[in-house]
Structures are given as structure tokens and as C-alpha cells.
């Protein structure tokens, strides 16, 4: 298995709801990384998990909580967002956080919030 | 730290046609180069990437890039294009050592006409 696993492929939520977007991977891989993109942009860094442990957090909003459960499970809960973080939402992973031979990206989480 | 200024935001380009997206990078270190390709609506995959040796590398889908040290570029070229590789292109960077994530460039929207 050489993907990353992500759902829901689109998620619509208001701005009280609380969700959660999924990623999964099942190549050993120990470094798990979530980024945001807006439209026309680059991928902008929020979190880094390596070995399960969060070890770079971006200056990122409260309103947005990393889970790692295990190695394999990366989880972004949501909480109280706002129109402007309507983005595509893409999971990586990599041999670790030191690994330098490229990220497997998920295919991303359409989200919209109204 | 790391940057990667890629030139050209958009480039129309007709079938059949070559191109070549520039991509430029400024690191105190030594690094390694990628090319991404994003399709729309989907995740971003690895193109092709230079970690050592050879400059010169080359995609399966003919794209090519030359790591050129002496003036901090990593241009991705193909010969001829196809109507299939409009797409989104981002290059990046990181660093030999430590655990600096990918940095990304601003991207470069290719346009292939008919």
C-alpha cells in the first residue's frame, strides 16, 4: 500500500459544528504532516507529527486540534471555524520527519464553511 | 532557512509544444529539489526529484529538471506537452540535515492549448 487515505473527500460545515478530517497510511511511515491550501496557492504547513508526537505547530488557531492515535492515523478536529478556512486540506506522511526523499500527499478534503 | 521562487505563475503553452517552468532556490545549505504536480481537484504527486549525483533527472512522463548549483535552479522542461499535463506545478526544497519540512514554491499553472 503506497497511498494516504483521506475522508471525507468533502465536508460542508457551518461555523458551530464540530467535525473531524481523517488520514490514514499504512507504510510505516512514523512522520505525519497536515497542510492547508487556498485556491491558486502553495500548501502552507499547519502541524508535524513525528512518531506520534506533535512537533511542529505553525502558529495555527486554537479552533483547529491534531490527533495522532497512532502510527498509522492522523485526525484534524474542527471546532468553530470561520468562512476564511474553507481550503483543501492535505494529509502527507514520510519515512520521518527527517526523511528528505519526498512526502506522499492524500488526494485532500474539500472543505467549505457556511 | 530555505526559499523557492518560481518565476512564472502561469504558463499557456500550445499542444505538442515544449516548455520549461523555472524554478529558483536559495538555501545556505545543501539541498534537495522537487517537482509536484497537482491535477485539479486532487492531492499533489511527486514528479521527479534531485537528492545527488546526476543532474540531470527525468519523470516517466517525459518531464526532465537540471539541478544547476551555480545558479540555484531546478527548471522541469518536456519536449512536447500533451492536453493532459495541464496541471498545477510546485517546486521545492529542503535541506540535507534537520527536520525542516518541504518549503514550497508559489506554483505554476500550466496551460496546454489544443
Known amino acids: 500500500d503506497t497511498e494516504v487515505t483521506q475522508t471525507p473527500k468533502h465536508l460542508v460545515m457551518g461555523m458551530t459544528n464540530k467535525k473531524s478530517l481523517k488520514c490514514e497510511q499504512h507504510?510505516?511511515?512514523?512522520?505525519m504532516y497536515w497542510y492547508k491550501q487556498k485556491a491558486k496557492k502553495p500548501p502552507e504547513l499547519m502541524f508535524v507529527?513525528?512518531?506520534?508526537?506533535?512537533?511542529i505547530n505553525e502558529s495555527v488557531p486554537s479552533r483547529f486540534s491534531p490527533e495522532c492515535p497512532n502510527s498509522s492515523l492522523l485526525n484534524l478536529h474542527l471546532h468553530a471555524l470561520q468562512p476564511e478556512d474553507s481550503a483543501l486540506y492535505l494529509c502527507?506522511?514520510?519515512?520521518?520527519?527527517?526523511?528528505?526523499?519526498?512526502?506522499?500527499f492524500g488526494s485532500g478534503t474539500r472543505l467549505t464553511v457556511v | 532557512a530555505q526559499s523557492v521562487t518560481q518565476l512564472d505563475s502561469q504558463v499557456p503553452v500550445f499542444e505538442e509544444a515544449p516548455v520549461e517552468l523555472r524554478c529558483n532556490y536559495s538555501?545556505?545549505?545543501?539541498?534537495?529539489l522537487f517537482w509536484y504536480v497537482q491535477y485539479p481537484n486532487q492531492g499533489l504527486q511527486l514528479l521527479l526529484k534531485?537528492?545527488?549525483?546526476?543532474?540531470l533527472v527525468e519523470s516517466i512522463n517525459g518531464f526532465e529538471a537540471e539541478f544547476n548549483k551555480s545558479q540555484t535552479s531546478f527548471h522541469l522542461r518536456k519536449p512536447s506537452v500533451h492536453i493532459s499535463d495541464t496541471a498545477e506545478y510546485f517546486c521545492?526544497?529542503?535541506?540535507?540535515?534537520?527536520?525542516?519540512?518541504?518549503?514550497f514554491g508559489k506554483g505554476t499553472r500550466l496551460s496546454v492549448i489544443a
Open positions: 502527507a506522511s514520510s519515512q520521518s520527519a527527517g526523511d528528505r526523499v519526498g512526502y506522499t
Open positions: 507504510m510505516g511511515h512514523r512522520a
Open positions: 507529527y513525528s512518531y506520534e508526537k506533535l512537533s
Open positions: 538555501s545556505s545549505v545543501s539541498v534537495y
Open positions: 534531485y537528492l545527488s549525483g546526476s543532474t
Open positions: 521545492a526544497v529542503s535541506s540535507h540535515s534537520g527536520n525542516t519540512p518541504l518549503v
